[in-house]
């Protein structure tokens, strides 16, 4: 029988490459909207794993998935198909614009197998030169070398070497740098509908359907990152949903599983076909256990009890923020749409967003940080009302014990 080996946070610095700076404790179990530590303490959950979590920890439904698959099937490659994700694809498609469907394992890894289907399909329709891909400043698409280039937040490219070219950034929201940027040899644009890492930044209104004719106009393909805003966070399946403007490709992940590492690109016939045998590969995409896991996810939030209840919970956060920023001023705008939320610190907090990460963390409350200025939250989708209440609770603590 193996013995189960004791850990502690400080192991992490001596066996683990120094890309991540854990907080200080491990957690070790989750139910709901809550998790404990080591140590036993209790905390309530407003990170959700970063925009994972959409149904909170060991969902008994999800628990139930995952154990009847991984009695059965667990991995068979791409040589064969397997039932889970047919049954995935299906429903997908049934519940979206896609008739086609490609999965793998990360947002970053949908994003990159949507930049080269695009390339793909410029190359077809334009030959060489119709590669340019456009994106914006302070999006994030994500950590491959091809996905870095792309993200327009050059920290995070930096220092690898040349970046991939035919890669354009301008600003996100700003039709006209758009309008500019576009030519005949784009082949793409790429956009966030909000986005998440540079700041929970919503589009404006009108800027998606411009940004679609502009795209028409190329005969250039519009590709919508759904990976943090997707599967019901905004209150609707996917965020192109509450605008009304059909994307060419679109991406999701994170929530997509529950917390089990999956992703999926959705596309059209049209498209899916300058992707032809051979063209692009995922040794797990589309594996059972993903997929038995992210078809039960699906179905629990594609009702109207759970995508209703997120606009309830976006109004009762976004009200209980607001009255403690009445009386602890720290906020100057809560932004965001459902549950993806960004609480941006006023003149004399900028920067200090970890702080308040770390501060809640001390009070037993998980936030995120979406920059140095904007706190984050991205709860489970069916958090309860009390959870919400003691989560709010918590962080007024922390924020008074930051006001001194």
């Excluded at 193996?2 to 192991?11: G, L, N």
């Excluded at 957690?27 to 905390?43: A, I, K, N, T």
């Excluded at 800027?207 to 795209?215: E, F, G, H, I, T």
Aim: charged share 20%; hydrophobic share 40%.
């Amino acid at each position: 029988m193996t013995q189960s080996m004791q850990v502690k946070r400080s192991d992490f610095d001596r066996v683990m490459v120094p890309n991540y700076a854990p907080v200080d404790m491990i957690p070790v179990r989750g139910e709901g909207s809550r998790l404990w530590d080591q140590q036993g303490r209790e905390y309530v959950d407003l990170a959700g794993g970063i925009a994972v979590n959409a149904l909170g920890h060991a969902h008994p439904a999800l628990v139930e998935a995952l154990t009847a698959q991984a009695g059965k099937l667990w991995h068979v490659s791409n040589v064969l198909t397997n039932e889970p994700a047919l049954r995935l694809a299906s429903k997908l498609i049934d519940a979206t614009f896609a008739e086609k469907v490609f999965f793998a394992n990360s947002g970053a890894e949908a994003n990159e197998a949507a930049f080269k289907l695009a390339r793909r399909y410029g190359h077809d329709r334009g030959g060489e030169n119709k590669h340019k891909i456009i994106a914006c400043t302070n999006s994030f698409h994500g950590r491959t070398y091809f996905t870095v280039s792309v993200g327009g937040q050059p920290k995070y490219s930096q220092g690898f070497g040349p970046a991939i070219g035919g890669i354009e950034h301008v600003p996100y929201n700003d039709l006209e740098a758009l309008r500019q940027a576009m030519t005949d040899d784009t082949c793409a644009v790429v956009v966030e509908p909000i986005q998440g890492e540079g700041g929970v930044i919503p589009a404006d209104e009108g800027y998606l359907q411009a940004v679609r004719d502009l795209c028409n106009a190329h005969d250039a393909l519009l590709i919508f990152d759904e990976v943090q805003s997707g599967m019901g966070r905004t209150g609707k399946l996917f965020a192109y949903m509450h605008v009304g403007v059909t994307p060419d490709i679109l991406t999701s992940a994170k929530s997509l599983g529950g917390g089990f590492p999956i992703s999926a690109m959705l596309t059209t016939d049209r498209i899916a076909a300058h992707f032809s045998v051979g063209t692009h590969g995922s040794t797990y995409g589309g594996n059972p256990l993903g997929c038995a896991v992210a078809e039960r996810v699906l179905d629990i939030v594609n009702t109207p009890e759970v995508l209703e209840g997120v606009q309830a919970r976006h109004q009762q956060l976004s009200d209980g923020l607001k009255r403690i920023s009445a009386e602890l001023p720290i906020f100057e705008q809560i932004r965001g749409r459902g549950l993806l939320m960004g609480a941006v610190l006023n003149q004399d907090w900028k920067g200090r967003a970890r702080e308040v990460q770390e501060a809640a963390q001390r009070e037993g409350l998980l936030v995120l940080q979406a920059g140095p200025d904007v706190m984050r939250l991205a709860p489970s989708l069916i958090i309860t009302p009390e959870d919400i209440v003691e989560g709010l609770a918590r962080l007024r603590r922390a924020i008074s014990s930051l006001h001194g």
